[in-house]
């Protein structure tokens, strides 16, 4: 009986326990590390997204943002986000740079890495002779260089570039990698881009919370039942044996009260002592 009553409790607390915690959790799943403090793929994801952004508002598709999975701090979900957009951001600009890892061949400290980094995708979009020539583009893309900078440097995620969309022209002119993207992209047929399934990047705590929660509910659950059954059916033995406890205590007042009474019938009708039968 202790035994059921204790696993109750035990299980019910536990099984709230989870459940509350897992209601409780970070409602989307930014970097797990403090801020200002990011993991060597954290800053990576901060820092390809920032690129990301800058390219589709430069080439005039800002609407592809959404599109990017850039929380979690997962560098798979954020590449496979970038494979289905129309500007070949991930075949041109990421896949040349962050898949190969050149740039990160003998560097073993993460500021060094990501200061390569930066400097890789700035390097990169810079090579285009078009943006060479439109001081607005350049200047749009120093300000993408300094915010990716001073990411390096403090940790802060940077803010979102919003440089003013260019135009489809000079198109057959884009000579750099990423031009040639944005090149496919603004001069295609118009269509839009065929989206690709993204993978999930739910937080691991959720998808262990979540059916941990359900589990010990459904445990607490099962054990109450288990435990007010057994209380109903010890409830009845112990009415069972009262009762019976009750009859037996009053059969045993009639016998004695029988008893009592053959006696002091038989006592009133013996003849006083001294006297003739």
Not at 33 to 52: F, H, M, N, R, Y
Not at 100 to 125: E, F, Q, T, V
């Amino acid at each position: 009986m202790l035994h059921y009553l204790w696993s109750s409790v035990f299980y019910c607390r536990l099984g709230w326990l989870a459940l509350l915690l897992w209601l409780l959790r970070p409602a989307g799943s930014q970097a797990q590390t403090p801020l200002g403090q990011p993991s060597l793929d954290e800053a990576k994801v901060q820092i390809w997204c920032a690129t990301a952004r800058y390219v589709y508002d430069d080439a005039g598709r800002p609407q592809l943002k959404r599109t990017l999975r850039c929380d979690g701090g997962s560098l798979a979900a954020l590449a496979a986000s970038l494979r289905p957009d129309s500007l070949r951001i991930y075949s041109l600009l990421y896949a040349p740079i962050e898949e190969k890892g050149r740039i990160y061949k003998g560097l073993k400290d993460n500021s060094a890495r990501l200061a390569a980094l930066s400097k890789a995708i700035i390097g990169k979009l810079r090579s285009s002779p078009a943006r060479q020539r439109d001081p607005t583009r350049l200047a749009n893309l120093q300000g993408l260089e300094k915010k990716l900078t001073d990411y390096v440097q403090t940790g802060l995620p940077p803010t979102d570039p919003t440089p003013a969309p260019q135009a489809e022209a000079d198109a057959s002119s884009l000579a750099g990698p990423a031009e040639a993207a944005e090149a496919s992209g603004a001069g295609g047929t118009g269509e839009a881009p065929t989206m690709r399934p993204i993978a999930s990047t739910e937080p691991l705590l959720d998808r262990l919370f979540a059916p941990l929660a359900l589990i010990f509910s459904l445990l607490s659950l099962a054990l109450f039942v288990l435990l007010r059954r057994s209380l109903n059916r010890t409830l009845r033995e112990v009415r069972r044996a009262t009762a019976s406890q009750e009859l037996t205590a009053t059969q045993r007042r009639q016998v004695e009260e029988l008893v009592t009474q053959r006696l002091a019938d038989m006592q009133q009708a013996s003849p006083p002592e001294g006297q003739p039968n």
